[in-house]
């Protein structure tokens, strides 16, 4: 079965500093996407950025980007120049090629100071 | 392009009683998704419908169903109301043809008393 496993709980970063989020997974299967939701106090998911398994190149949108390592099953969160904004609850997401269920991790509250 | 509601918003039930949510996918969205979101056991998958299908179910009990209408409208219900259905319940829509990225909605709090 596959898992999704984020091991910080809770992290805090000053405001206009870079903050990494870090998760591991589980799975037998070659294709996949990767996701990362952030998740506000409003409860709205909102999709931050994806990665397709079959792709090398780690994704990145503006401020966001992530460090994917197929063969360790690692796929970690940069947010660069933390806004207030960005403070929320972060998951981290798996998905089969052809499946329509999302695999998410426990997630990490991600806390920014002013 | 309005985004995925679901309604109600809140809701608060006793135990033993039942409920259902609805769900109402973004225009030209097929699939759709629910997922229950708790501070134990954070976000699990209920189930998924497709074109009036439930094409994947997650591992919850059968007091749980759903069911999607023509117009792909979902709804859930859970009967015979346990204090641990309380949670955040949400869906999310998808279009097929692409990689099935899903878009949730506001969700629905449920609490049972």
């Known amino acids: 079965a596959q898992t999704v496993t984020q091991s910080q709980p809770e992290m805090s970063v000053q405001e206009a500093e870079t903050v990494t989020l870090s998760c591991t997974y589980d799975?037998?299967?070659?294709?996949?996407?990767l996701f990362w939701y952030k998740q506000p106090p409003s409860r709205q998911m909102i999709l931050v950025i994806r990665?397709?398994?079959?792709?090398?190149q780690n994704a990145t949108e503006n401020r966001f980007s992530v460090n994917f390592q197929k063969a360790a099953k690692s796929f970690s969160l940069k947010i660069s120049d933390s806004q207030l904004g960005d403070a929320a609850m972060y998951f981290c997401?798996?998905?089969?090629?052809?499946?329509?269920?999302?695999?998410f991790g426990k997630g990490t509250r991600l806390h920014i100071l002013p | 392009k309005a985004g995925v509601t679901q309604t109600p918003r809140y809701l608060i039930k006793t135990r033993g009683q039942q409920v259902t949510l609805s769900c109402s996918p973004i225009?030209?969205?097929?699939?759709v998704s629910w997922y229950q979101q708790t501070p134990g056991q954070g976000l699990q998958f209920l189930f998924e419908?497709?074109?009036?299908?439930?094409?994947n179910k997650g591992n919850f009990p059968g007091r749980f169903s759903g069911r999607q209408f023509s117009n792909s409208r979902s709804e859930m219900n859970v009967s015979t109301l346990e204090l641990g259905d309380s949670a955040l319940y949400l869906c999310?829509?998808?279009?097929?043809?692409?990689?099935?990225?899903?878009?949730f909605g506001p969700g629905t709090r449920l609490t049972v008393l």
């Open positions: 999310a829509s998808s279009q097929p043809g692409l990689i099935n990225e899903q878009f």
């Open positions: 799975t037998s299967e070659s294709d996949y996407y």
């Open positions: 990665q397709e398994a079959y792709k090398q």
């Open positions: 997401a798996y998905m089969a090629l052809g499946d329509d269920k999302i695999i």
């Open positions: 225009s030209g969205h097929r699939s």
């Open positions: 419908y497709f074109s009036e299908t439930q094409r």
